[in-house]
């Protein structure tokens, strides 16, 4: 253990409607025997994480320039030892500044600035997929399927090269509605329907960069892009092919959430790589793979008790909603939003 440390204050970045994420860091710092905070930030007041932390504040943007110098500041004002970031549009500022962060005493649970590169950025992902060897499907730009229409077979799945959640992913059945779809997105890419069933895999990659975990689940149902209702799946295929995309990675470190199609012949095709913690990751929790644990125990030096495999086979999760209760409005100045807890209330986790 790094100096025989008994506390460890941890912040989840964007933390939105995570409380079940919230929830397990708490139980982690209680089972290691570790005091400290689990707290939150976000650009709202309305995020209801803010309202289920030990404490919490409003930051700027993830796209604003004074968004990584507030955060600096707050880590080294309130003793931050890990944040862990959570949507895919602050994660490359956070990987430009790991080393900024680490001098004011915070580690950032995300991997280096090249991987982070390769998994947002679609085109990169599925070139890199491709020079590796791994199994995924057809891709192309919008405007080159638009360029020879006649070398592709419709229907198509459209989504923005950037894009994240979901956010203009369609199904389109022909040339005229693609070329609709892209005066939308100009940066649109289109890829071939893989076969099967969708799965994700939630994978835990430690400090020297192996994959300690690899949790599949069957995607049953979606809602606004989030996995509402799902089943783990312990499938060696899934498993070791997605332990080696993420092992692969240039400087890979934390939590990642793969996609991938499992056709009816057992052939997987990857179609996406998030270096994140993925919205369906409570039922990988629930399922025995304790990913904040095991971030906890390597960045304290502790033995690591992460495993491969053991965790709980044909596990569903069926989400419903809850909601907290704020009898305040937004928070008075620009100082901190502490978040206050609401009586009986209690919030799950639905963030995408």
Not at 129 to 144: C, I, K, M, W
Not at 149 to 174: C, D, N, Q, T, Y
Request: hydrophobic content about 45%; glycine content about 8%; aromatic content about 8%.
């Amino acid at each position: 253990m790094i100096g025989h440390q008994t506390t460890m204050n941890v912040c989840l970045s964007s933390a939105g409607r995570r409380i079940a994420l919230m929830e397990s860091f708490r139980r982690a710092l209680r089972d290691l025997g570790l005091s400290g905070r689990v707290c939150a930030v976000d650009t709202s007041w309305t995020a209801p994480a803010l309202h289920r932390a030990d404490a919490a504040w409003q930051v700027p943007s993830c796209r604003s320039p004074a968004f990584i110098p507030a955060m600096l500041e707050l880590c080294q004002r309130e003793q931050i030892g890990l944040i862990v970031p959570t949507i895919d549009t602050e994660l490359a500022a956070y990987a430009a500044h790991r080393e900024a962060f680490r001098k004011v005493g915070t580690t950032v649970a995300i991997s280096g600035p090249a991987a982070i590169r390769l998994t947002e950025d679609k085109v990169a992902t599925h070139t890199w997929l491709v020079s590796r060897g791994f199994p995924t499907v057809r891709q192309a730009l919008a405007a080159e399927v638009l360029a020879r229409p006649e070398e592709w077979a419709f229907p198509l799945i459209v989504k923005p090269r950037m894009g994240s959640a979901a956010k203009g992913v369609e199904l389109v059945h022909s040339v005229e509605v693609l070329r609709v779809a892209r005066q939308i997105y100009p940066d649109l890419i289109a890829q071939e329907v893989a076969p099967g069933q969708e799965y994700t895999t939630n994978l835990f990659v430690d400090g020297s960069g192996r994959c300690r975990c690899a949790v599949p689940h069957l995607r049953l149902e979606v809602r606004g892009g989030e996995v509402s209702k799902a089943r783990t799946a312990k499938h060696p295929g899934l498993m070791q092919l997605t332990k080696a995309v993420v092992e692969a990675l240039p400087e890979a470190y934390g939590v990642f959430n793969l996609q991938a199609f499992l056709s009816e012949e057992g052939q997987i095709r990857v179609i996406e790589i998030n270096a994140r913690f993925g919205g369906g990751y409570p039922l990988a929790y629930a399922a025995g793979a304790d990913f904040p644990r095991w971030l906890l125990q390597d960045l304290l030096g502790l033995p690591n008790d992460a495993s491969f495999d053991a965790w709980q086979d044909g596990l569903s999760m069926l989400r419903y909603d809850e909601a907290v209760f704020v009898a305040e409005g937004p928070p008075a100045g620009n100082g901190p939003a502490v978040a206050r807890r609401a009586a009986g209330a209690r919030a799950g986790n639905t963030h995408a």
